[in-house]
């Protein structure tokens, strides 16, 4: 009904870290046109924001994982280089 009307809606769901999927039910992934995934990570004794699109529908895009860093001027995402380090040295 909402996306009938031209609405874009973004729901939220919290699971517990330990979990291995995306949604407390397991089936809302299914049903969802995206799904992004923010977490943490601890990397050399610091713990890293995380983000990572997991699915986007009808478009193509990056699976990667990007540390999430909130600063003065706004949300800064910087690729999460394999091995766990983070581009430009951070």
Do not use: W
């Not at 397991?26 to 983000?51: H, K, Q, S, Y």
Request: aromatic share 4%.
């Amino acid at each position: 009904m909402l996306s009938a009307r031209g609405c874009t809606s973004l729901l939220v769901s919290e699971i517990s870290p330990a979990e291995e999927r995306y949604s407390l039910f397991g089936v809302e992934e299914a049903i969802a046109d995206g799904i992004v995934f923010m977490g943490n990570l601890e990397r050399r004794g610091d713990l890293l924001r995380t983000l990572q699109v997991v699915k986007m529908r009808g478009t193509m895009h990056s699976r990667a994982k990007y540390v999430l860093d909130l600063t003065h001027c706004g949300v800064l995402l910087v690729p999460l280089l394999k091995g766990g380090s983070v581009a430009g040295g951070t």
